[in-house]
């Protein structure tokens, strides 16, 4: 008795089921008729990146001295020396790789957009293989 249960209970939630996706389908329909147009995407949404702003204000992560640091939001001594630390073993290129230094999470990266900016020089390969410093306009986070 209790196998037919389970067979009568997925059978009534397949009707549902079914139910709900003609529902669905009949209400899209309706709305093509009547000029409506729909955008479908099967690959999931994607964030745009903040907007570039210029440094005016703010300080540079790479090159910020202790000091400097220390005077952000919610940056203390400790904190500070974590982020010079956390540099000279790789780079900032993004606030958010903020993270990578302990005490630092998104609440806090999220306080920090706007106050400071990352600025990076990339290597770009020329047509003979070397490598060209290319310095994009600094970027605030």
Same mark, same amino acid.
């Given at each position: 008795m209790n196998r037919t249960r389970k067979i009568a209970s =997925? =059978? /009534?939630m397949a009707c549902c089921l079914a139910l709900a996706v003609f529902a669905g389908v009949s209400a899209m329909l309706d709305s093509l008729q009547q000029g409506e147009t729909w955008n479908v995407s099967l690959s999931p949404a994607v964030k745009p990146p903040p907007a570039a702003a210029t440094p005016n +204000? *703010? #300080?540079? /992560?790479n090159t910020a001295t202790r000091e400097q640091l220390m005077g952000l939001t919610g940056i203390g001594e400790h904190l500070a020396e974590a982020i010079i630390a956390q540099r000279e073993i790789n780079p900032f290129y993004f606030v958010e790789d903020l993270k990578a230094v302990s *005490? #630092? *999470?998104d609440r806090r990266v999220e306080a /920090?957009? +706007?106050l400071v900016y990352i600025k990076t020089a990339t290597p770009i390969p020329s047509e003979d293989g070397h490598l060209i410093e290319a310095t994009p306009a600094p970027v605030t986070f």
């Open positions: =997925a =059978a /009534l +204000g *703010g #300080i540079e /992560l *005490g #630092i *999470g /920090l957009r +706007g």
